[in-house]
């Protein structure tokens, strides 16, 4: 059965056809314009411009995979329907013929029928993965820049929710989000929970003692309610009790988790790295903005937690000597989920093209991320060559090959709108 979206899509490929057509009634037909596809109510396609037997219409086109659907959906006597200038259908079952009609049943090569199928029914994750070699560089190389853009577009959209909610505080609005970073997916809503109780404006009232601002933190995370054998967290812990009578804190509800996780990645560690992240910068999200060079950005997030953790994971339990530094990969995904996108979104609200296209040349700047997804890329022979292509091929994936969007993608266009002549 013929799908709506491949019927869509069978009447845009209609255009690239460039010999003319012929509709029912034996007039010969050119497609000048396809239209739009229009997402609200109406005809499927607006604006169309089309010419029949030598004379130009202009109007809006509505699409049945049976021609008798017209008169089922009641087009007849909707006004919204008016103004089309002609119907395209997969088949023709009758109905009245009142505005001219284009059967596409005969007209479509059965090979992209066949392949579409194909794609539909396959079981592997990249549906179209033995045609990749014969998609032209620059169609990739277009199509990534957009899937770029959209998913950088697509991570702003958490963070103008959060825009909304702080009245346009955007070092507000970014504390959330690197805190909410800064818990890995493990423990990112405790985090993010954690940081909105615990408003930038306190915190800033501590900038210059570390040790009070990782009381606050970990207090807030609910690892200080216990007793300890150790000095330090015991100094924690009444630091905490005494900003917490004050402020009229409460732990967070949500509990932090540590198992299946390596050690450099546990709350205690990242909370006190974020306390050090903290201590360093004021108005972080303003510098981020400064900065001209991604080098001035990973110097800022060159950081380490205090003292204690060089010989601790968790409290009371003495471990090997390690500077707990921000490794390389916590400061990628720092840099690629949440100061990148905060930029790009930064210039995208404000229409400074200068933020838009800083956060995307750092981007190139960036060694690709290393994940299951993108060995699967790997696999069929499409390589991330920086974070740019893998953050691009993440959106390929996720949003068009697991939801077997290939109508949508241009990579499956490029390939249905090849010939048949052309070895497929």
Not at 180 to 204: D, H, M, Q, S, Y
Not at 319 to 342: D, F, Q, R, T
Request: with cysteine; aromatic share 10%.
């Amino acid at each position: 059965m013929i799908s709506e979206r491949l019927l869509q899509f069978l009447w845009q490929m209609q255009y690239y056809n460039r010999e003319a057509l012929c509709i029912e009634s034996g007039e010969p037909l050119q497609i000048i314009q396809p239209g739009f596809i229009n997402s609200n109510q109406g005809p499927d396609f607006l604006n169309a411009r089309i010419k029949i037997d030598g004379t130009e219409w202009v109007g809006h086109v509505e699409l049945h995979t049976r021609s008798s659907l017209w008169e089922a959906h009641g087009h007849e006597e909707d006004s919204n329907y008016q103004n089309v200038i002609l119907h395209v259908v997969w088949e023709h079952d009758g109905g009245l013929a009142t505005i001219p009609l284009l059967i596409l049943e005969n007209r479509v090569p059965k090979w992209i029928l066949h392949r579409y199928e194909e794609w539909m029914s396959t079981r592997h994750s990249i549906p179209c993965h033995s045609f990749l070699n014969d998609v032209a560089h620059l169609v990739w190389t277009s199509w990534k820049d957009r899937l770029l853009v959209e998913r950088l577009l697509r991570k702003s959209s958490l963070l103008c929710i959060w825009l909304e909610e702080t009245r346009g505080n955007w070092e507000e609005a970014f504390w959330w989000l690197i805190a909410r970073n800064f818990g890995i997916k493990v423990n990112e809503e405790a985090f993010e929970e954690l940081a909105r109780t615990l408003p930038l404006n306190t915190l800033t009232r501590h900038k210059s003692q570390l040790l009070q601002l990782e009381a606050i933190l970990l207090g807030q995370g609910g690892l200080l309610e216990k007793k300890f054998l150790e000095t330090y967290p015991n100094h924690l812990q009444r630091e905490y009790r005494f900003y917490q009578a004050k402020y009229g804190l409460q732990p967070i509800r949500q509990s932090l988790h540590f198992l299946r996780m390596r050690p450099g990645n546990f709350p205690t560690i990242r909370l006190a790295q974020l306390a050090a992240l903290i201590h360093r910068s004021t108005h972080l999200f303003s510098k981020i903005k400064e900065a001209e060079q991604l080098g001035d950005v990973k110097a800022m997030l060159e950081l380490e937690a205090s003292q204690y953790w060089q010989r601790h994971y968790v409290f009371d339990d003495l471990a090997e000597y390690k500077i707990k530094k921000l490794g390389k990969e916590m400061v990628s995904n720092l840099l690629i989920n949440s100061i990148i996108p905060s930029l790009f979104t930064y210039g995208h609200l404000h229409h400074e093209e200068q933020f838009m296209r800083r956060a995307i040349d750092w981007l190139r700047l960036l060694e690709p991320e290393h994940n299951a997804t993108l060995k699967i890329w790997d696999s069929v022979k499409v390589e991330a060559e920086n974070a740019f292509d893998s953050q691009a091929l993440l959106e390929l994936k996720v949003h068009y090959c697991d939801k077997k969007r290939c109508l949508d993608c241009a990579i499956g266009n490029s390939h249905f709108k090849r010939t048949p002549n052309s070895g497929f």
